[in-house]
């Protein structure tokens, strides 16, 4: 009988593999061309598809600028080059504007807030949040004084760390974080707050799952992934307390709201809410609230304090790039002052290092495709409504076609010949069109006051000898690892004091 029921079960897999390989190779003969996917599994375990940072120049050589690749049984297709990702991004942002839900993002955003599959939803949401922000001053000169407010923090905070070796990534963080806290929940928090470090960790923690290979074997097989034991199960109990935490907080807003003077974000939201209560379209919740504010401290926490530590890892490797940054301050600035945002201006070469920082910084293009939200012709192929779209931003960051040198961390790419800074339509960190980052004027202020207030101070040195490894190796060898180098910095011997 055992044996029976197993052989069922054998010929049941056999049955329902080659279904769905028939139904892959079916569709895969109707959309752009791609490697050939493996049965359920895709291009999954393939090093040479997977991730998309790291293949997608063999995979334009072999089949062109858009190309189909499958993550698991689903189809996704890929966008490369500026050219191609700006038709798609800008001139046809309608078309390529709408959103997958992978059940990795289901999971962790619950069809609330920004995670929302309502359309309608998240354009309210959204539009409510740009005007929240903006009334809280992002943007302009009120939150650049609360940033340079907490790059003081920061600087003391190094200075403590008296030139010894230090990870500097959590100060980072830390200062980073509190700028958007300061917004969302109406405070800052001191450096050492144990509760404070770990929301971070959480979010950092979900963000490296999310982008890598486990969070596509998740997205792939998620009621497998289930069943087993793994990190994915951690990552999900941190998130849910962090959604406790908001919770919390949001409760204590309750008890002290005046709609007359909102603190922060929450008031508002909560204001909001109460007005919203007798509408049947339920788009301001409690639990939209909390998603809301979720994924507005990972956004304001994650990726802005990354690129800024690597920005400052990037100095402390390229002396001679830190050394001009410090001389242009200090014929701008001085020592007298902290720079302010209105110095950008008389600080092209330092705002190019910035900018070319994050040029540099190489992301996941396939954890957060768009998709489809109509049939599409589009560069002669025929895609789909709904079909996933990963548009590769590393590939329009390193452009041959748009970059003097691609591969190497050259500020010059954002001057022109007379020295002066120097927009470039092919750089787009925040990506461009109706996804882009909402945060993108705060992120850019905190980008630049933070770093040339630090390079005001300090001097970076790396603890350790890395003079045989170029940059982009350096870098990736850290991420793949999770563990980068000890930094020294150094009070600059002209008299930088906070002041």
């Not at 200090?330 to 902290?338: L, Y």
């Not at 002066?420 to 850019?444: H, V, W």
């Amino acid at each position: 009988m055992e044996l029976a029921w197993a052989g069922a079960l054998l010929l049941l897999s056999i049955i329902f593999t080659l279904f769905s390989s028939f139904q892959m190779y079916k569709r895969k003969g109707q959309l752009p061309p791609g490697p050939t996917p493996r049965p359920i599994l895709g291009n999954l375990f393939q090093r040479d598809v997977l991730p998309l940072n790291k293949s997608y120049k063999k995979l334009i050589a072999k089949y062109g600028p858009i190309f189909t690749v499958w993550i698991g049984s689903k189809p996704m297709v890929a966008l490369c080059g500026y050219e191609v990702v700006k038709d798609a991004l800008i001139n046809q942002a309608e078309e390529f504007g709408g959103r997958t839900h992978f059940p990795l993002h289901s999971r962790m955003f619950q069809n609330k807030g920004f995670g929302t599959t309502d359309e309608k939803k998240w354009k309210e949401l959204r539009r409510f949040t740009l005007s929240t922000l903006r009334d809280f001053g992002m943007g302009k000169k009120r939150m650049s004084e609360r940033v340079q407010e907490e790059a003081l923090c920061l600087v003391e905070e190094i200075a403590a760390k008296k030139g010894q070796p230090f990870d500097l990534r959590r100060n980072v963080a830390s200062a980073v974080s509190n700028v958007i806290c300061a917004v969302v929940f109406g405070n800052r928090f001191d450096y050492k707050d144990h509760i404070f470090i770990e929301n971070q960790q959480t979010v950092e923690s979900q963000i490296r799952f999310f982008t890598g290979f486990l969070g596509l074997v998740y997205n792939t097989f998620p009621k497998i992934m289930e069943c087993f034991p793994g990190k994915h199960i951690k990552i999900f109990a941190e998130t849910e307390k962090l959604h406790g935490y908001i919770r919390e907080e949001v409760e204590l807003h309750k008890k002290t709201l005046d709609p007359q003077n909102p603190r922060d974000y929450i008031d508002c939201f909560l204001h909001r809410m109460e007005k919203d209560q007798n509408s049947s379209e339920g788009i301001y919740s409690p639990e939209d609230l909390v998603i809301t504010v979720f994924g507005l401290f990972t956004a304001g926490t994650v990726i802005t304090s990354h690129t800024l530590f690597c920005s400052l890892l990037a100095m402390a490797k390229l002396q001679h790039i830190q050394a001009k940054v410090q001389q242009e301050i200090d014929e701008a600035v001085g020592t007298n002052r902290t720079p302010s945002i209105e110095d950008r201006l008389k600080m092209p070469f330092t705002n190019a290092v910035v900018h070319e920082a994050q040029r540099y910084r190489i992301g996941s293009a396939e954890s957060f495709p768009r998709a489809t939200t109509c049939d599409v012709k589009f560069h002669g192929y025929n895609i789909p409504k709904y079909m996933a779209v990963a548009p590769v931003l590393s590939s329009v960051h390193y452009d041959p076609l748009h970059w003097e040198t691609p591969e190497k961390f050259n500020p010059h790419h954002f001057l022109d010949e007379k020295g002066q800074f120097r927009k470039k339509d092919a750089f787009m960190p925040f990506s461009a069109g109706k996804r882009a980052c909402p945060g993108e004027a705060l992120a850019r202020m905190e980008l630049f006051l933070f770093f040339s207030t630090l390079l005001q101070k300090f001097t970076f040195y790396l603890d350790g000898d890395t003079k045989d490894t170029d940059l982009k190796s350096f870098f990736m060898v850290f991420k793949n690892n999770n563990q980068y180098p000890l930094i020294r910095a150094v009070k600059r011997s002209v008299d930088t004091c906070v002041q």
